[in-house]
């Protein structure tokens, strides 16, 4: 069974379709002393190509309304984050989630989880940086473990594996069976999207193995468009 479809709020600006990539220096930012490391150098905006290549991809099902970019400057100013380009621009000016895809069962908009998330919501931190940089499979980890997250049980590695779900992320949707795409907004890994599940987590992108696709929100949306699979290297 598919997993539910995430409640979808009133979107906003549809005219900003048009405009200018979003610029980082435009949100809302935190006061200086307070400010994430990933802001102190700004951002190059989203490359005008790129976003009509993902405002392609979106096409064949329309994608949802844009949010708009002071809904976005918003966001950002609660989590303390500034969304990495071009997923920014994205959502702000080309559609907040697409019910085709990618992935499996849509990309989902920016503020929701996927139908089948079964952690808490006030558990996730998008301002704490990601904890991984290269895969980590915690089912052949041989430190102790109880359980797996979100239903934490005590072991030694269920708090570390917690934050790689719930830390420094955005969740972008679901391939079902409990396996999420997760675009890393905080830490070392910010632009990298990121394959999470029971038994453990990786990174998408050719430079990481196992695909031939490109790393980063693009690179991974133009993988799907062109119908390929996840993990298609030899």
């Known amino acids: 069974m598919a997993p539910a479809q ?9 005219s900003l379709r048009s405009e200018q990539p979003l610029r980082p220096e435009q949100s809302v930012r935190p006061e200086p002393s ?30 949802s309304p844009p949010l708009g970019r002071a809904a976005v400057r918003a966001f950002e100013a609660e989590h303390r984050i500034t969304l990495p380009e071009p997923y920014r621009t994205f959502v702000a000016d080309i559609a907040d989630g697409c019910p085709e895809g990618p992935p499996d069962y849509g990309l989902v908009p920016l503020a929701a989880l996927p139908g089948d998330w079964s952690g808490k919501p006030a558990d996730r931190a998008l301002d704490a940086p990601f904890p991984l940089t290269e895969a980590w499979l ?6 102790p473990a109880v359980g797996v997250p979100p239903a934490l049980a005590g072991g030694e590695i269920d708090p570390l594996a917690a934050a790689v779900f719930d830390h420094g992320s955005v969740v972008l949707g679901t391939d079902g069976c409990g396996m999420y795409w ?3 907004v ?14 453990g987590a990786a990174p998408f992108g050719a430079p990481f193995g196992h695909t031939a696709g490109e790393p980063g929100f693009a690179g991974w949306v ?10 298609d290297a030899s």
């Open 6 to 14: 995430p409640e979808r709020s009133v979107r906003t600006d549809r």
């Open 34 to 63: 307070e400010q994430p490391e990933h802001l102190e150098q700004p951002e190059r905006p989203a490359d005008v190509d790129c976003l009509e290549a993902l405002r392609a991809a979106c096409a064949p099902g329309g994608g």
């Open 138 to 143: 915690w089912e052949d980890d041989p430190r």
């Open 182 to 184: 997760h675009l890393i």
């Open 186 to 199: 905080s830490g070392a890994h910010r632009g990298h999207i990121w394959l999470i599940c029971g038994e």
């Open 222 to 231: 133009r993988h799907w468009a062109a119908g390929r699979p996840w993990y």
